[in-house]
């Protein structure tokens, strides 16, 4: 389905990731956005409040996340597409509820703008220390998917996407965007409406009295109704069963749980997009997300003049992870080197993934700032020299590192 | 609790709604599957969220009747309904308060006013009327759950009010230590007999105490703007023909 020209402003723009995030998830016809302003996520919620009114999309300021979320779950019931807008803290607060969210299967969207953390850290500054809790965040077994996007115009096309696969697949989409991406100005192109795919939501057309709401497809997703149409919905977060009524056996809890994870799991080859270069011959290949795998394009580079021949992977989507890719390339390069704005959590998915067959070098950062390209450099020279296999995540010591805890830098003057 | 359901069944039925525009959504001390002979759509949400749940649905579709049946409402949910109550959010509000966490083995709730735990409770409850109306809600009530033609015309009137609406049940919870038959049968008489109506009563002084007749009735009935009606006008105002009023279905 091509998306409604109402909903789109087409034109070419010079606006921040935020903003265009914003115009996204209208043009993919949201309707409903529940937020709570917090830095650096409020440029997005402020773009919808302004545009939204004017083609038809609700917004409110909840009283925090806990119910901005839960608002944002109930709107999707009501049969409209619908975001939540947040970082750090707010992510935190609204965990239990992505996972009753993920338990209802209700698609939604949620922007996360990533800032330093832990607790309020660095509210104004950028960070990519919660990929683990997009994954791991709310109790119990569940899937669902994460998008990363490294530009503003991929903020407008990506959050798009993720309407789509929240639709397709009946279940919450985080996009784990950071502050850099948030707040850096570009020229964004909003193509006309024609060229937009949106994905319509997958509405039941059988009989009245034969529905189930978690009655699954071959794809092993259920199509959805809404409330007030008269299907007498009983729905609640307690395991179900397809009529979705609460059943406690150790049976049922196999069955929910599993096909919970395999809806994900089983369509990853449709849901995952990544972003290989030069990865043929390579002996070295960064991968890399979001704001890190921009700075990454220099440290790329620089590798190469040194005559090294190194390959990058961007995982646009980050969850589900790519096993499969990473397993393959570790059979016929020497090292990865992951670049990422934390200590360490995608590369522990990289070498878990590697089967012990090429090293693993994280390139951290503590927040608050991205990386120096030519640390990403000198660990691609390093990766490409060392002929051991080391195993474990191999800690690549950074300038600023070395600068901070070798050399002596006096912090406070 | 099967009592108060069919009550609601007959609320709804006097206001003349259509059960299937009817949405319920719960948190989780109420969780009953009789609801859903009742032709309405069941939500059994997350301890507290039953309120930000319900505004998701009213504002998704505003043609919905959205009853948040509330037992988390003053502790996780204690925000939301406050909140609630500034906006005139149109939701009816039920609290049934059996003022215990019956489910969990008998604590003492915000709306304890005695209790069965160790060495009784020595906190202040929440006056939940008292503090609906005090936040704004257009309509407050209080019955036991044998006041049953009261209650049903209560819910009948709240479901035809524009704006938020709460209504206070009282309605039996022994502990597990006791035998629930008789503890059940006796409490609800006690509470019933020990009740005085007192209808358009200000509910500050519809305080729950031991010592003192449960004070039940119609408290608070009166007219303020709704969310919506304010959010059209005010966007109608600074946006003029450029913006379409949200309501009806999707708007």
Redesign the interface.
């Known amino acids: 389905m091509k998306a409604n020209p109402k909903d789109v402003n087409t034109g070419v723009y010079y606006i921040d990731g935020d903003v265009s995030s914003g115009y996204g998830a209208l043009a993919a016809g949201c309707k409903f956005v529940g937020g709570y302003p917090i830095t650096p996520s409020t440029e997005a919620f402020e773009a919808v409040c302004r545009r939204g009114p004017l083609v038809g999309a609700m917004f409110i300021q909840m009283e925090d996340e806990l119910g901005s979320i839960a608002s944002v779950v109930g709107a999707s019931w009501a049969g409209v597409k619908s975001m939540t807008i947040t970082s750090g803290p707010g992510f935190s607060l609204m965990m239990e509820t992505i996972g009753f969210g993920a338990m209802l299967e209700t698609p939604f969207v949620l922007l996360n703008i990533q800032r330093g953390g832990p607790s309020t850290g660095v509210p104004t500054k950028t960070g990519q220390a919660d990929m683990m809790q997009s994954r791991w965040g709310s109790h119990g077994d569940y899937e669902l998917i994460a998008i990363s996007p490294d530009s503003p115009q991929e903020m407008f096309d990506y959050t798009i996407k993720a309407f789509n696969l929240a639709e397709r697949y009946r279940c919450p989409v985080m996009i784990m965007s950071d502050e850099c991406v948030g707040h850096m100005t570009e020229k964004v192109v909003i193509p006309p409406a024609d060229e937009i795919e949106v994905e319509p939501r997958r509405f039941y057309d059988g009989p009245i009295n034969e529905y189930l709401p978690f009655k699954p497809d071959e794809d092993l997703v259920p199509p959805m109704v809404k409330a007030g149409d008269g299907y007498k919905l009983y729905i609640t977060g307690l395991i179900h069963d397809e009529r979705g009524y609460s059943i406690k056996n150790e049976e049922y809890k196999f069955i929910y749980t599993k096909r919970l994870v395999d809806k994900i799991r089983l369509n990853k080859d449709k849901i995952i997009e990544l972003k290989e270069e030069e990865t043929d011959d390579a002996e070295v290949v960064v991968v890399s997300y979001g704001i890190s795998s921009r700075v990454a394009v220099r440290g790329i580079e620089k590798a190469r003049e040194k005559g090294i021949k190194v390959g990058s992977l961007r995982l646009v989507t980050v969850w589900p992870f790519p096993d499969e890719k990473i397993a393959e390339l570790a059979k016929t390069i020497k090292a990865f080197v992951v670049p990422e704005i934390n200590y360490g959590q995608i590369a522990f998915e990289v070498e878990r993934c590697s089967h012990g067959e090429a090293n693993v070098i994280l390139v951290p950062h503590g927040g608050a700032g991205v990386h120096n390209p030519d640390d990403i450099c000198d660990a691609i020279e390093y990766a490409a020299k060392e002929k051991k296999r080391i195993e474990g995540v191999i800690e690549y010591k950074t300038k600023l590192e070395k600068l901070v805890f070798e050399e002596g830098y006096k912090l406070h003057e | 609790m099967n009592p108060i359901i069919t009550v609601f069944s007959k609320g709804i039925e006097k206001s003349g709604i259509k059960p299937?525009?009817v949405?319920v959504?719960s948190d989780i001390p109420f969780?009953s599957?009789v609801?859903?002979h009742l032709?309405?759509?069941?939500?059994?949400?997350?301890?507290?969220?039953a309120?930000?749940?319900?505004?998701?649905?009213?504002?998704?579709?505003p043609?919905?009747k959205v009853v948040p049946f509330v037992g988390d409402l003053m502790t996780l949910g204690g925000?939301?309904f406050?909140?609630a109550g500034r906006r005139n959010m149109e939701l009816l509000v039920i609290c049934v308060n059996n003022f215990v966490y019956r489910k969990i083995g008998g604590q003492p709730a915000p709306s304890t006013p005695v209790t069965f735990s160790p060495y009784s409770t020595f906190e202040e409850p929440f006056n939940i009327p008292h503090l609906g109306n005090s936040c704004g809600a257009v309509y407050t009530a209080r019955w036991t759950a044998l006041h049953t033609d009261e209650l049903a015309n209560s819910i009948a009137e709240a479901l035809n009010k524009q704006g938020l609406s709460v209504i206070e049940v009282l309605s039996p919870g022994p502990n597990y230590y006791t035998k629930i038959e008789d503890i059940e049968s006796n409490l609800i008489n006690f509470y019933y007999e020990n009740s005085v109506i007192k209808n358009g009563e200000d509910p500050k002084n519809a305080r729950i105490t031991p010592e003192e007749k449960i004070v039940v009735g119609k408290f608070t009935d009166k007219e303020r703007p709704t969310?919506i009606d304010s959010?059209n006008a005010q966007?109608s105002k600074v946006?003029g023909d450029?913006?379409?009023p949200?309501g009806g279905k999707?708007?």
Do not use: C, M, Q
């Not at chain 2, 032709?39 to 969220?49: A, K, P, Q, S, W």
């Not at chain 2, 309120?51 to 579709?61: D, M, Q, V």
């Open positions: 299937s525009k949405s959504p969780g599957e609801v859903n032709g309405v759509d069941f939500f059994h949400t997350i301890r507290g969220r309120i930000p749940f319900g505004t998701g649905l009213k504002l998704g579709n043609a919905l925000n939301h406050v909140h969310f959010y966007l946006l450029k913006f379409t949200y999707n708007g």
